[in-house]
């Protein structure tokens, strides 16, 4: 689900990696193709991953380790869904490691005019299935967050030094009734999309799904597509009680504007 037509008051505070090497998303594109709303492969043929090989241990905060990274124009966040087909033959060798080994690798967001960022999340390979020409269709998962702390390599693919990120506790901050205002907002904003898009206005279900209010704050910044530095700035916050302000500010905006653009439709009618 993606929330269309967000406007956000607040500027994203997307820190480029300088000891990266600059990326452009476009040559990304042609290299890893990510199908976000529409998948034309039956997962049934995948094989599943996480099932031969599972992570029990979470890694701590104190932890540094070293971790493959696939620069994308998208920001994965914990718990989200994100297929890959790949086939670049750089790429090709990471996949052929990770099968072996660790299944997972981080994926950092990277656009042409601010190049790569310093946090990312961990993407675990849950099903995959190898194609007869080599190629590799992928479903991963989002798991931690994680910040760049050291480049070790960029060949044949980049491999970096990372230190794992955990939301601070947020004080005497309500986040559960934060987060249900933010669930409110998220369905007044799928009933005036609907009502502009000419679907019916029926209630949407519910958004929550019995989901802590961290979890629930990474829910809500997965559905900002096509807001990607928004998307990187939430990302990068440690705080759960200021990633649902941020994500409520942002969906008022939104609903102030589907409500202008509701009433103009109204006064205006569309023959």
Same mark, same amino acid.
């Given at each position: 689900?993606?929330?269309?037509?967000?406007?956000?008051?607040?500027?994203?505070?997307?820190?480029?990696?300088?000891?990266?090497?600059?990326?452009?998303?476009?040559?990304?594109?042609?290299?890893?193709?990510?199908?976000?709303?529409?998948?034309?492969?039956?997962?049934?043929?995948?094989?599943?991953?996480?099932?031969?090989?599972?992570?029990?241990?979470?890694?701590?905060?104190?932890?540094?380790?070293?971790?493959?990274?696939?620069?994308?124009?998208?920001?994965?966040?914990?718990?989200?869904?994100?297929?890959?087909?790949?086939?670049?033959?750089?790429?090709?060798?990471?996949?052929?490691?990770?099968?072996?080994?660790?299944?997972?690798?981080?994926v950092i967001y990277?656009?042409?005019?601010?190049?790569?960022?310093?946090?990312?999340?961990?993407?675990?390979?849950?099903?995959?299935?190898?194609?007869?020409?080599?190629?590799f269709f992928l479903?991963?998962?989002?798991?931690?967050?994680?910040?760049?702390?050291? /480049?070790?390599? *960029?060949?044949? $693919? #980049?491999? &970096?030094?990372?230190?794992?990120?955990?939301?601070? @506790? !947020?004080?005497?901050?309500?986040?559960?009734?934060?987060?249900?205002?933010?669930?409110?907002?998220?369905?007044?904003?799928?009933?005036?999309?609907?009502?502009?898009?000419?679907?019916?206005?029926?209630?949407?279900?519910?958004?929550?799904?019995?989901?802590?209010?961290?979890?629930?704050?990474?829910?809500?910044?997965?559905?900002?597509?096509?807001?990607?530095?928004?998307?990187?700035?939430?990302?990068?916050?440690?705080?759960?009680?200021?990633?649902?302000?941020?994500?409520?500010?942002? /969906?008022?905006? *939104?609903?102030? $504007? #589907?409500? &202008?653009?509701?009433?103009?439709?109204?006064?205006? @009618? !569309?023959?």
């Amino acid at each position: 689900m993606a929330l269309l037509q967000l406007v956000s008051a607040h500027k994203p505070s997307l820190k480029p990696n300088t000891n990266l090497p600059p990326l452009n998303p476009s040559s990304n594109s042609s290299t890893l193709h990510y199908h976000s709303r529409r998948r034309r492969r039956h997962t049934s043929s995948l094989r599943c991953s996480a099932s031969e090989k599972h992570h029990t241990n979470h890694p701590k905060p104190d932890d540094v380790v070293e971790l493959p990274l696939f620069p994308l124009p998208l920001v994965l966040f914990p718990g989200a869904i994100l297929p890959l087909q790949i086939f670049e033959f750089r790429y090709r060798i990471m996949m052929h490691t990770l099968l072996h080994t660790d299944l997972r690798f981080g994926v950092i967001y990277s656009d042409a005019t601010s190049g790569a960022a310093e946090v990312g999340c961990v993407g675990e390979i849950v099903k995959h299935e190898r194609l007869v020409d080599d190629r590799f269709f992928l479903i991963c998962k989002g798991q931690e967050r994680f910040r760049i702390t050291n /480049l070790v390599r *960029t060949k044949p $693919y #980049l491999v &970096a030094e990372v230190s794992w990120l955990e939301d601070r @506790p !947020s004080g005497d901050e309500d986040v559960e009734t934060l987060a249900t205002e933010v669930e409110t907002n998220m369905k007044d904003v799928i009933r005036l999309s609907n009502r502009l898009n000419g679907k019916p206005e029926k209630e949407a279900q519910d958004l929550r799904r019995n989901l802590f209010p961290t979890p629930f704050s990474f829910f809500v910044g997965s559905t900002f597509e096509g807001a990607p530095r928004e998307q990187q700035a939430l990302l990068e916050l440690e705080d759960t009680a200021a990633r649902l302000k941020r994500e409520k500010e942002t /969906l008022r905006n *939104t609903l102030n $504007y #589907l409500t &202008a653009a509701s009433a103009v439709k109204d006064v205006f @009618p !569309s023959s």
